[in-house]
């Protein structure tokens, strides 16, 4: 197995939510990264890439006092969604490593709304958020060496624009039990 077996990219489109799609193993390891038309993640970089990613880990979980997951997202220029609005389940701080992309944060869809999706997957899979119906608290352009915090749940949708992208994402569920001794 090499580092590149959890490689995916983001697949979305008419009714369908955020999807990871596997990146084809028989092509070369720079076309399965080639981020030129759509967005390539890189889930667990940090056990991924130790020598690489491992002392970013390892600073996160020193400044947030609990374990962290790292990954990196890397999305071509010109793209109108690099990833549809969706949420996720654990809090998320973004770094931008490289080139800029655009943020939007939006508020929470009410759960009493559809109560039978799970508020913390949504726009994923079979479930698609409409931009348009949700209410946008942030929209924000990051550029390199930017930071920011998107609270699990909130939805959340990227673009870029004249620049690709490169950014980490450290993903991180808050536990009140992480380092008791």
Not at 7 to 22: E, I, L, Q, S, Y
Not at 72 to 97: F, I, K, N
Not at 125 to 134: A, F, M, N, R
Request: proline share 8%; net charge negative.
């Amino acid at each position: 197995p090499s580092a590149l077996d959890d490689a995916a990219r983001v697949d979305f489109g008419a009714g369908v939510g955020w999807t990871n799609v596997p990146l084809a193993a028989a092509d070369s390891p720079g076309a399965r990264l080639d981020a030129s038309e759509r967005t390539v993640l890189l889930n667990h970089a940090g056990a991924a890439f130790p020598e690489l990613l491992g002392g970013a880990c390892i600073a996160a979980l020193d400044a947030f006092e609990m374990p962290v997951g790292l990954n990196v997202y890397a999305s071509g220029p010109g793209l109108a969604a690099s990833a549809p609005p969706h949420t996720d389940r654990q809090e998320v701080v973004v770094a931008q490593c490289a080139g800029k992309k655009r943020w939007r944060v939006f508020r929470p869809p009410s759960v009493s709304d559809q109560p039978e999706r799970d508020p913390y997957a949504r726009g994923k899979g079979s479930d698609v958020l409409d931009e348009d119906s949700l209410i946008c608290l942030l929209d924000v352009v990051l550029e390199e060496r930017d930071v920011l915090y998107v609270p699990a749940g909130f939805p959340h949708a990227t673009a870029t624009a004249d620049d690709a992208s490169l950014h980490l994402t450290f993903g991180f569920v808050p536990c009140a039990n992480f380092g008791l001794g």
